[in-house]
T-cell receptor
């Protein structure tokens, strides 16, 4: 069975600090997809990134970067030079190839960026 | 702004009431979802509609009744709910062949 673990329940940083959110997953499938979503106080989950299991290239998008390592079953998310607007709950999620678009979410990490 | 619109944003209802939550998307997505999210917890899947047909029901109690009148609309009919059903109800949609789900802002339900 699939499982996603986000060990950090809450992280507090001061603006401009770099912060890494950890995500570890378990799956028996060889084909799967990993996601990060951001949930601001408004409630909407905002899609940030999708990675499939055959693409281990790290990705950078502005201040955001993702490190996918199959060897350690991890898909970590780093925010560089954090800003107050980054304050939100961040969810890592897994979708197995044979499970359609069903997402298994991690427990979420609440990030608080203080000015 | 989100392209998945949910109404109402807030709903308070008694245990004997009948109410409905509505979700609308105009992105041409053919899969639509209902998720339930309790405070400080991740979203939990309730239902999936694919091409307007119910494809997944995650053993949800019958007091929750989904409906997909057309490819752009998704309703969740509520009847005889319990206080523990109070939660944020999120609607999402996805495009055929793609894995990303696009979520609305949710309807925050309080059952008294």
């Amino acid at each position: 069975a699939q499982k996603v673990t986000q060990a950090q329940t809450e992280i507090s940083v001061v603006e401009k600090e770099d912060v890494t959110l950890d995500c570890v997953y378990e799956t028996r499938d060889t084909t799967y997809y990993l996601f990060w979503y951001k949930q601001p106080p408004s409630g909407e989950l905002v899609f940030l990134i999708r990675r499939n299991s055959f693409d281990e290239q790290n990705e950078i998008s502005g201040r955001y970067s993702w490190n996918f390592q199959k060897s350690t079953s991890s898909f970590n998310f780093t925010i560089t030079a954090s800003q107050v607007v980054d304050s939100a709950v961040y969810f890592c999620a897994l979708s197995e190839d044979n499970a359609g678009n069903m997402l298994t979410f991690g427990g979420g990490t609440r990030l608080m960026v203080k000015p | 702004d989100t392209e998945v619109t949910q109404t109402p944003k807030h709903l308070v209802m008694g245990m004997t009431n009948k109410k409905s939550l509505k979700c609308e998307q105009h992105m041409g997505h053919r899969a639509m979802y209902w998720y339930k999210q309790k405070a400080k917890k991740p979203p939990e899947l309730m239902f999936v509609y694919s091409y307007e047909k119910l494809s997944i029901n995650e053993s949800v109690p019958s007091r929750f009744s989904p409906e997909c009148p057309n490819s752009s609309l998704l309703n969740l009919h509520l009847h005889a709910l319990q206080p523990e059903d109070s939660a944020l109800y999120l609607c999402a949609s996805s495009q055929e062949g793609y894995r990303e789900l696009f979520f609305g802002e949710g309807s925050r339900l309080t059952v008294l």
